[in-house]
């Protein structure tokens, strides 16, 4: 499968705390996304890192991108409760601009 | 407001009757595209569409279909619903970007019980 794994399945922090999530993937991309889902809600797209950045910011969220070790993180620096969600990569690989595979993600929970 | 809107948002079938999800966007986008979303294996794409009258298999097709008629709506029709295509079901869309590509606008979801 090409399907890309986030690590770990399930983070637990508390407010004021930084997140780290880590996907890997498997084969060339052309860019990777993150994306928040909240429970059974849908998905909401965060940022877009292309194949031949290293490092992306937008408020809070940090991304990197490793083509070498294939391997992407995202980084939530002083989280809040509102940040409790699952969070998923996303790939899309070379050749297939416009079609992401997405990886299992990671359920986040922030306690007060 | 640009969105994605699915409908309905929940429904309970029996096994064998036929329905359709009905997904429409308001963005002119060109690129669209059905997933299932199941616990443990995340979201698995079903079918998409590059544009009008252009659609293909993702990577769990069987047992659904879809068209594209139109650029803004991309239905999602089970011809004969069966207990496991219960699954919570999103609808997304995109313009086409080349290989920059763009994030995925997506619906709130359809959960959608077989029983």
């Known amino acids: 499968s090409q399907q890309g794994e986030e690590d770990p399945q399930a983070l637990s922090i508390q407010e004021g705390e930084n997140a780290t999530m880590n996907c890997s993937y498997k084969?060339?991309?052309?860019?990777l996304q993150w994306y928040r889902q909240n429970s059974g809600r849908g998905l909401v797209h965060l940022i877009l890192?292309?194949?031949?950045?290293r490092e992306k910011h937008s408020g809070r969220l940090r991304v990197t991108l490793d083509t070498s070790k294939k391997s992407s993180s995202l980084l939530i620096t002083a989280s809040r409760a509102a940040d409790t969600a699952s969070y998923f990569c996303?790939?899309?690989?070379?050749?297939?601009?416009?079609?992401?595979?997405f990886g299992t993600g990671t359920r986040l929970q922030v306690t007060l | 407001e640009a969105q994605v809107t699915q409908n309905p948002r929940y429904l309970i079938t029996v096994t064998g009757k036929k329905l359709t999800v009905t997904c429409s966007q308001n963005?002119?986008?060109?690129?669209m595209s059905w997933y299932r979303q199941d616990p443990g294996l995340g979201l698995r794409q079903i079918y998409y569409?590059?544009?009008?009258?252009?659609?293909d298999k993702g990577d769990v097709p069987e047992g659904y279909k879809v068209s594209r008629k139109e650029k803004r709506n991309f239905p999602l029709i089970l011809e004969s619903p069966s207990p496991n295509q219960t699954s919570l079901y999103f609808c997304?869309?995109?313009?086409?970007?080349?290989?920059?590509?763009?994030?995925?606008?997506f619906g709130s979801g359809t959960r959608l019980t077989v029983v």
């Open positions: 996303a790939t899309a690989f070379t050749g297939t601009a416009s079609k992401l595979t």
């Open positions: 569409s590059m544009n009008v009258e252009v659609t």
């Open positions: 084969t060339s991309i052309n860019n």
């Open positions: 963005m002119n986008h060109e690129y």
């Open positions: 890192i292309r194949s031949n950045e």
């Open positions: 997304a869309s995109s313009p086409i970007k080349g290989a920059s590509g763009h994030g995925y606008t």
